[in-house]
T-cell receptor, first 114, second 115 residues
Framework: GNSVTQMEGPVTLSEEAFLTINCTYT??????LFWYVQYPGEGLQLLLK?????DKGSNKGFEATYRKETTSFHLEKGSVQVSDSAVYFC?????????????FGGGTRVLVKP | GAGVSQSPSNKVTEKGKDVELRCDPI?????LYWYRQSLGQGLEFLIY????????KSGLPSDRFSAERTGGSVSTLTIQRTQQEDSAVYLC?????????????FGPGTRLTVL
């Protein structure tokens, strides 16, 4: 089956620190990979995505590269801000006959302190 | 344009009662998904609608759960005889065509509490 494993949180770091959230996956088929973010009190929103191997998704200073050889899609940001405090979800979608549901990881809570 | 909307935002009900949760997808989106977010299970898929095709119900946890989508737009998720383990945030998402590269846009969710 399909599954996503991401590092457990919470991750606490200071402003301007480097952030990495590890994400690995197993999939039946060729998946598309996503990072979604949930800010406090808000709904899930797409942060970035990559649809084929070696693609790099980027948005708001965050980056993630689709690594097929290691089945990974780690999220990185070089200098975090307090406003990046949120829960981050890694997810995948694999084509099937009746829908392309997202399979999510467990989420990683990130807290950035000033 | 308007995003995905869901109502109610919060619902408190007693065990054994039926509840209905509503989702209004983004206009023109043919694909609609329901997910559930709970402390114990994380984010899990429930059901998927695509146009006029038969829905993919593979994620529904029991036959107490059902959903319909009228006119290819609004969807209602119904939980019959609610149980305490049904307490969760129910999320609706829509996407333009339902492909695996397609972005799913999520609503704010309905927080269901079963007493």
């Amino acid at each position: 089956g399909n599954s996503v494993t991401q590092m457990e949180g919470p991750v606490t770091l200071s402003e301007e620190a480097f952030l990495t959230i590890n994400c690995t996956y197993t999939a039946t088929g060729y998946p598309s990979l996503f990072w979604y973010v949930q800010y406090p009190g808000e709904g899930l929103q797409l942060l970035l995505k990559a649809t084929k191997a070696d693609d790099k998704g980027s948005n708001k200073g965050f980056e993630a590269t689709y690594r097929k050889e290691t089945t990974s899609f780690h999220l990185e940001k070089g200098s975090v801000q307090v406003s990046d405090s949120a829960v981050y979800f890694c997810a995948l979608s694999v084509e099937k006959a009746a829908g392309n549901k997202l399979t999510f990881g467990g989420g990683t809570r990130v807290l950035v302190k000033p | 344009g308007a995003g995905v909307s869901q109502s109610p935002s919060n619902k408190v009900t007693e065990k054994g009662k039926d509840v209905e949760l509503r989702c209004d997808p983004i206009s023109g989106h043919t694909a609609l998904y329901w997910y559930r977010q709970s402390l114990g299970q994380g984010l899990e898929f429930l059901i998927y609608f695509q146009g006029n095709s038969a829905p993919d119900k593979s994620g529904l946890p029991s036959d107490r759960f059902s959903a319909e989508r009228t006119g290819g737009s609004v969807s209602t998720l119904t939980i019959q005889r609610t149980q305490q383990e049904d307490s969760a945030v129910y999320l609706c998402a829509s996407s333009s065509w339902g492909g695996i590269t397609d972005t799913q846009y999520f609503g704010p969710g309905t927080r269901l509490t079963v007493l």
